[in-house]
């Protein structure tokens, strides 16, 4: 369930911050983006691993995550086990102008 509230927060607050530049140009693309969050819900690293073609987009999406940070502290459960929490998903700029992400 961490992962899904984390998942919702960035998207909704991608889609409140979808890029205007992109929007007027009609830009749309996929990129795999990996996020390392701590313990304490900071940002450790964010990396687009697979581009999505638009730099533009690119940056939207690391802007977004950053943006959305702080997160939720990990739970009791997550925390015994990790320190840095590595998620890599997909991240989807669709016709429409919204935010979508998947694994």
Known sequence: SYLESWRSKV???GNLNYPDEA?????YGN???HVAIRADGSVERIQVRRSSG???LDDAAVR???MSAPFA???PEIRKE???LDITRTWQFLDGNTLFSSR
């Open 82 to 84: 990790v320190d840095v």
């Open 54 to 56: 638009h730099q533009l």
């Open 23 to 27: 929007k007027r140009r009609q830009l």
């Open 11 to 13: 998207e909704k607050i």
């Open 64 to 66: 977004i995550v950053r």
């Open 73 to 75: 502290p990990f739970p």
């Open 31 to 33: 990129l795999l983006m």
